[in-house]
């Protein structure tokens, strides 16, 4: 299924871009982020129904419905190396996704999946399976791979059950998520329940086996092999959603992650409990009305971890929907003590602390990031900015400052593009003061997308 040439690419470069710079917009925004840059909650994704019931096995498997998606994408990355800061060719990336899946009706209760993605790209950056390391890093691998392969069954009321690889999404994906925004998402070898039939109540509980990571199962750095796109474990998870309350959401979670040894032998994950709570609501204000959020989690070691520590997260969100726009102020805690910080390892990490993924790892002596952004809509496009001041939380260092802009457009149900501009300066861009700091990927960062995408 790998392209030959970079034929199609270049065409659809010709085709998006102009309509990008014309309209500004893209899918992803407007749909999965959106959740996020409002604060919307993911919980329930999983319950999604199946097609409608069949009469017939036969009936069931030849009734489904196919889903298509092709998503365009140019990256443009300004990076230094990490811990050295030396100099890395600038990463132009274009790729293409397409995604294809086929979804049956259900039959006694019962239904399936399956999800192929094929993710084609040229070579002037490093994807950390292309062997060019002498780019910026884009995570977004040439390969082709299973994305969902799942069997549901949701005979018993109110209750959905998958098993398989899946789409997990809860809240607003802090820890468990589907990095959408990368052309290859993230995934989980699972089984899944769903329960509704509490008043008001989404219950969720899985025990994951595996998480297919963006880098792929072809990833080859740092010589570890596949242990890069795969992360073996043995992890129940549970989260609690409540709604009845009218002015707030109430959730509660707690995640289990425990690693397989062969993670472990690379130093590519500890295992973690973390345990928490969650608020969401708003409150009317004449025409208009408050928003509001708060988090707060703790973490410790789990299972075999070999370090013994003790984190924790907090989340305070402030803001305002004046309809024509909307306005936030926020800050988010990720702890660190100097020698171990929290660690996130599942969630959709593009969509906290800045586009740049200047934090994609949590540095040592932890994280303090103070944020405001604003959204508006001018002629049906979505035009944003956010600005965040990053600190650490032991010690006294300032990693730097960040600004992200957006603007988006949906253009029918079918197409939409866009176009984003991140730029993370560090507060001392040096390889001595991000060593200084704990923060190994504080350097000065730019990138730049514009992108476009079609479903069917």
Not at 58 to 87: C, F, H, L, S
Not at 407 to 421: E, F, H, L, N, P
Request: glycine fraction near 10%; aromatic fraction near 12%; charge should be neutral.
């Amino acid at each position: 299924m790998k392209l030959k040439n970079r034929t199609l690419l270049q065409q659809m470069s010709l085709v998006f871009t102009p309509l990008a710079l014309l309209a500004l917009a893209p899918q992803a925004y407007s749909g999965d982020y959106a959740d996020h840059a409002a604060g919307g909650s993911n919980v329930g994704g999983l319950y999604a129904p199946a097609q409608k019931s069949a009469d017939t096995f036969t009936d069931a498997v030849t009734g489904g419905k196919v889903t298509a998606n092709i998503q365009y994408r140019y990256e443009q990355v300004d990076q230094p190396a990490p811990t050295t800061g030396a100099k890395l060719n600038d990463a132009k990336a274009s790729t293409i996704r397409l995604r294809l899946g086929y979804e049956t009706a259900e039959y006694m209760g019962f239904g399936g999946l399956v999800q192929i993605e094929h993710i084609s790209a040229n070579d002037s950056f490093n994807s950390r399976t292309n062997g060019r390391t002498n780019y910026s890093v884009v995570g977004d691998a040439n390969v082709t791979e299973l994305n969902q392969a799942y069997i549901s069954y949701s005979g018993l009321p109110q209750t959905r059950v998958k098993f398989g690889r899946q789409l997990i999404r809860l809240d607003n994906d802090r820890w468990i998520g589907n990095v959408v925004w990368r052309q290859n998402q993230q995934t989980y070898d699972a089984t899944s329940v769903v329960n509704k039939s509490l008043p008001d109540t989404t219950i969720t509980a899985a025990f994951i086996t595996n998480a297919n990571r963006v880098f792929s199962d072809a990833s080859i750095d740092g010589g570890n092999g596949a242990l890069l796109g795969n992360h073996h474990m043995r992890s129940p998870i549970f989260n609690v959603n409540y709604k009845g309350l009218g002015f707030a959401e109430l959730v509660g979670y707690g995640y289990f992650l425990d690693y397989d040894p062969s993670a472990k032998a690379f130093g590519l994950a500890n295992s973690t409990k973390t345990i928490g709570a969650r608020i969401k609501g708003n409150a009317p204000m004449g025409d208009y009305k408050l928003t509001y959020s708060a988090e707060y989690a703790s973490q410790s070691d789990y299972k075999d971890n070999p370090i013994n520590f003790r984190a924790h997260y907090t989340l305070l969100e402030g803001g305002v929907d004046l309809k024509a726009a909307q306005f936030k102020l926020g800050y988010e805690l990720l702890s660190g003590n100097g020698t171990q910080s929290l660690s996130t390892p599942l969630a959709t990490l593009f969509a906290f602390n800045g586009w740049a993924d200047v934090f994609l790892v949590t540095p040592k002596n932890g994280l303090q990031d103070v944020y405001a952004n604003a959204r508006t809509n001018v002629a049906g496009i979505v035009l944003g900015a956010d600005y965040h001041d990053f600190r650490s939380d032991h010690g006294d260092f300032r990693y730097g400052t960040e600004w992200d802009l957006i603007a988006t457009k949906q253009i029918d149900k079918t197409y939409s593009v866009g176009s984003r501009y991140a730029r993370f300066r560090a507060d001392n861009n040096t390889a001595a003061a991000a060593a200084a700091s704990g923060c190994a990927t504080c350097f000065d960062t730019s990138k730049f997308w514009v992108y476009g995408s079609m479903n069917f």
